[in-house]
């Protein structure tokens, strides 16, 4: 059994999911067991890496983006009863670009080094955040955006949904359709719950959008700029209904709380603070 589950989102990118399968299974492949979900694809439009298939009316016609996709496969390999045959699952969308070397093994490497860190992203070239990483691989954050996470199973089951898992409550809130604040939400609970979230420049990942930009109608979604609307929009109502704030900056500051915290419960773990 492979160490780790990696779930990669597709929606009528068969060509671009493949890519990133084939590459995963090439580089990686003797340590992870790759799934695939279909977020509502067209039956035309499926990866040959094909797992699950979310072929419901809904599903068809708004697909389930970041946090439903994930909690669908998620939940579909813990009722299947193969979610503890893994050490960590790593989640991908279809869009993340990785160079031409193994990825998962300095990552593991990481989580090895690293017994509190519950939720691990690799870091981007383009991102600010690497000026911080420069003398130390990798750092504690309580601010991570990205759609390639690795997570520690034993921080999934700290917070996960266990009475009845779906796809819209294992991990992520699907109400969140489009995801404004998920990673602020899921990093306050894990340092609420004694696991840390870090960034590491052992492996670099990059987000394509230019199929966001250029094949919106394919995927059957809004345009770029009118999904940024949305989900500024959706995530706003979305956050002061689950936890009475009106304003991004004030999400941060409940994080931030959390992981201040954290560091008065671990000190062995300050080197990584930022």
Not at 52 to 72: C, K, S, V
Not at 212 to 229: G, H, Q, S, V
Request: contains cysteine; charged residues 25%.
């Amino acid at each position: 059994m492979s160490r780790v589950a990696t779930i990669v989102l597709n929606r009528n990118l068969p060509d671009v999911t493949d890519t990133l399968c084939d590459r995963l299974e090439r580089f990686d492949g003797d340590i992870t067991d790759l799934f695939v979900v279909e977020a509502g694809s067209d039956d035309n439009h499926l990866s040959r890496h094909c797992t699950w298939y979310a072929d419901w009316p809904e599903a068809r016609t708004h697909g389930l983006r970041y946090q439903r996709g994930m909690n669908f496969a998620l939940s579909q390999l813990y009722n299947e009863g193969r979610f503890d045959h893994y050490d960590a699952f790593f989640l991908l969308t279809n869009d993340t670009e990785f160079g031409e070397e193994p990825i998962l093994s300095p990552l593991l490497d990481v989580l090895s080094a690293h017994p509190r860190v519950g939720l691990l992203s690799p870091c981007s070239q383009r991102w600010g955040e690497k000026l911080l990483l420069m003398e130390r691989d990798t750092r504690y954050f309580w601010y991570i955006h990205n759609t390639a996470y690795l997570l520690r199973r034993e921080f999934i089951e700290s917070i996960m949904e266990k009475e009845t898992p779906n796809h819209m409550n294992f991990l992520f809130d699907g109400s969140n359709f489009r995801g404004y604040g998920t990673e602020s939400d899921l990093i306050a609970k894990g340092y609420a719950n004694d696991w840390a979230s870090a960034i590491t420049n052992r492996v670099w990942a990059e987000e394509n959008e230019t199929h966001l930009l250029t094949k919106a109608d394919l995927i059957r979604t809004e345009t770029y700029e009118e999904n940024l609307r949305l989900y500024l929009e959706e995530g706003r109502c979305w956050m002061r209904r689950k936890y009475g704030f009106n304003s991004r900056w004030s999400m941060q500051r409940y994080v931030k709380f959390f992981y201040d915290q954290f560091f008065e419960f671990h000190p062995e773990y300050k080197y990584y603070q930022i």
